[in-house]
């Protein structure tokens, strides 16, 4: 059984008074992976920008 069938097993007896927390955290666990995107992409633009950001790399894509 893989991961994600385990676990909608188990959430099939999870009690419906508990299934709003369920899927709080699920939601909860979305957001985080976005902003850990978010971060490492903000965290790579300051270190790349010095190569995009220069005379050569316009004239590169200026008739693109």
């Given amino acids: 059984m893989s991961k994600k ?6 959430i099939e007896e999870v ?10 955290f699920v939601h909860f666990l979305k ?3 976005a902003q ?3 971060d490492t992409a903000l965290a790579s633009e300051s270190s790349l920008k010095k190569d995009w950001l ?4 316009d004239e590169a894509w200026r008739n693109l």
């Fill in 15 to 24: 009690p419906e008074a508990f299934l709003e927390e369920v899927l709080d």
């Fill in 54 to 57: 220069s005379p050569e790399e």
């Fill in 36 to 38: 850990e995107r978010l």
């Fill in 5 to 10: 069938e385990l676990l909608m097993h188990e």
């Fill in 31 to 33: 957001t985080k992976t």
